[in-house]
T-cell receptor, first 113, second 114 residues
Framework: IAGITQAPTSQILAAGRRMTLRCTQDMRHNAMYWYRQDLGLGLRLIHYSNTAGTTGKGEVPDGYSVSRANTDDFPLTLASAVPSQTSVYFC????????????FGSGTRLTVV | KNQVEQSPQSLIILEGKNCTLQCNYTVSPFSNLRWYKQDTGRGPVSLTIMTFSENTKSNGRYTATLDADTKQSSLHITASQLSDSASYICVVSDLNNAGNMLTFGGGTRLMVKP
């Protein structure tokens, strides 16, 4: 593993089903983030975690939950998927501090039908 | 509400030519401004990060400028290559939520043709 690994790379999901998107980093970054990217819109923050054991809500948190049991993993769960959650999801991480760049994963393309 | 506007939305240029992408923002209080390159099907990759006191920063053929007074930034690409075809995203961080609340622009999609 080098950087951030997201899984799966793509998924088609029936509405109402539960789904967990996985994100693992090997850089020992304290902060991790989940974004969604929709056509024509900038990336929007769903949830974030400044350090293991803590999480916070971003701009569009409804319908999503996260956990941060350790430094490396930051899974995103959709409890009951809806078609409006069709999007590309990116996980990112950064060292603590505002002037560090974010490292992004390659994304998960999710289609809810 | 914090906003980041980028122009143009899309751009086609010939290989070897230069181009300049624009970013205007209304994020306050300002912390830093970042430019990212996103290849199709991939996550964004950082090109530059500039703080309030920095006017220009280069990364190879990419040069970013920042005018904090007018709240404008530009990304200049010199001697474009086919591999420069990508979306370029301007991102601004505000001081209150530094590290947690980035505002992303919608991106400029650049296509470099041979």
């Amino acid at each position: 593993i080098a950087g951030i690994t997201q899984a799966p790379t793509s998924q088609i999901l029936a509405a109402g089903r539960r789904m967990t998107l996985r994100c693992t980093q090997d850089m020992r970054h304290n902060a991790m983030y989940w974004y969604r990217q929709d056509l024509g819109l900038g990336l929007r923050l769903i949830h974030y975690s400044n350090t293991a054991g803590t999480t916070g809500k971003g701009e569009v948190p409804d319908g999503y939950s996260v956990s941060r049991a350790n430094t490396d993993d930051f899974p995103l769960t959709l409890a009951s998927a809806v078609p409006s959650q069709t999007s590309v999801y990116f996980c990112a991480s950064s060292p603590t501090g505002s002037n560090y760049g974010y490292t992004f994963g390659s994304g998960t393309r999710l289609t809810v039908v | 509400k914090n906003q980041v506007e980028q122009s143009p939305q899309s751009l086609i240029i010939l290989e070897g030519k230069n181009c300049t992408l624009q970013c205007n923002y209304t994020v306050s209080p300002f912390s830093n401004l970042r430019w990212y390159k996103q290849d199709t099907g991939r996550g964004p990759v950082s090109l530059t990060i500039m703080t309030f006191s920095e006017n220009t920063k280069s990364n190879g053929r990419y040069t970013a400028t920042l005018d904090a007074d007018t709240k404008q930034s530009s990304l200049h690409i010199t001697a474009s290559q086919l591999s420069d075809s990508a979306s370029y995203i301007c991102v601004v961080s505000d001081l209150n939520n530094a590290g947690n609340m980035l505002t992303f622009g919608g991106g400029t999609r650049l296509m470099v043709k041979p």
